[in-house]
């Protein structure tokens, strides 16, 4: 059986307007949630989040088919699809019904959060419309607007080590070998993602990463990492640093894009995003050659 070790990582990316939701008339608005006295943070969800990796992977597409009929008609993966084919099975779980049966479901064994914003939503919105094509036609349109925001933004990514690779469903279990592959190009991925929306290409990669691979699978830096006034706040991550985690953590940082650059690489002793990326890398092929 193989050790029980989780990796997690924390980043701050920089975005916008990247995840819009049900618009109001010809309002597009941003998906957004609400806390202490009303202040609103705009988000991208972890299902965008998953669609833009499963997208920029370069494995291959799990097949999908259509079940039921109607408004009652569902896509899911074709019954016959595994996850020792499709790495999208194996990092995010499936769900197959089956006529006559529980059918067949294994649970993701990488997940996300929601990439929530860490500057609140003021308000601001675009004005759009189509007058340089109506022009041609002497046509007039009807303006329409669209919520804009631009922040920094924050995910958690938490993965299953022992458990990528093998599914008790189907009775698969893949060699060290392909698993350590697979975790490697899914942080392969997560160093250069990006998300096209509304003709803009929106660049996710890090600026600022933290995490390692550990011995618990607690998604430790989630909701700790903060910045404010251009400052990531150094307190709240160094009070969760404790004697079983300290040095299992590993922090990239992009040099001058905070205004604490140099305290952050002195206190937690932050390499650059591409060196910090490779060492975790590192951590996790050891870990599977060790199993």
């Known amino acids: 059986m193989m050790e029980n070790k989780g990796l997690t990582v924390t980043i701050i990316f920089e975005a916008e307007s990247a995840n819009y939701g049900e ?55 074709k019954a016959e699809t595994t996850i020792a084919e499709y790495p999208e099975l194996d ?16 649970s993701a064994k990488v997940r996300l959060s929601n990439a929530i914003s860490l500057d609140t939503f003021k308000n601001d919105t675009d004005f759009l419309t189509n007058k340089g094509l109506a022009d041609r036609d002497n046509e007039s349109m009807n303006l329409a607007q669209a919520e804009i925001h631009r922040s920094y933004y924050r995910y958690t990514l938490t ?16 060699d060290n070998t392909e698993k350590n592959r697979r975790v490697d190009k ?26 390692g691979v550990y011995d618990v699978k607690n998604p430790i830096f989630q909701n700790v990492v903060n910045v404010e006034e251009g400052i990531i706040q150094l307190n709240p991550i160094k009070s969760v640093l404790s004697k079983r985690v300290i040095d299992d953590t590993i922090c990239g940082i992009v040099d001058d894009e905070f205004k604490n650059t140099e305290e952050i690489k002195n206190e937690l002793f932050a390499v650059n995003i591409a060196e910090s990326l490779e060492n975790i890398r590192k951590k996790v092929a050891e870990y599977y050659e060790s199993n």
């Open 23 to 77: 618009s109001l008339g010809n309002v597009a608005s941003l998906k957004k949630i609400t806390r202490g006295k009303g202040e609103q943070y705009t988000y991208i969800s972890r299902q965008a989040l998953r669609y833009n990796i499963v997208e920029q992977l370069g494995e291959p597409l799990t097949p999908v088919k259509g079940e039921g009929s109607g408004d009652k008609k569902v896509m899911q993966f």
């Open 186 to 211: 899914l942080l392969g991925t997560i160093e250069y993602l990006y998300r096209d929306i509304r003709g803009r290409r929106e660049d996710l990669k890090p600026l600022f990463i933290i995490g």
């Open 159 to 174: 993965i299953d080590l022992d458990q990528i690779g093998i599914d008790v469903v189907d009775g698969i279990e893949l």
């Open 91 to 106: 990092f995010f779980g499936y769900l197959k019904t089956q006529k006559g049966s529980n059918g067949k479901k294994r």
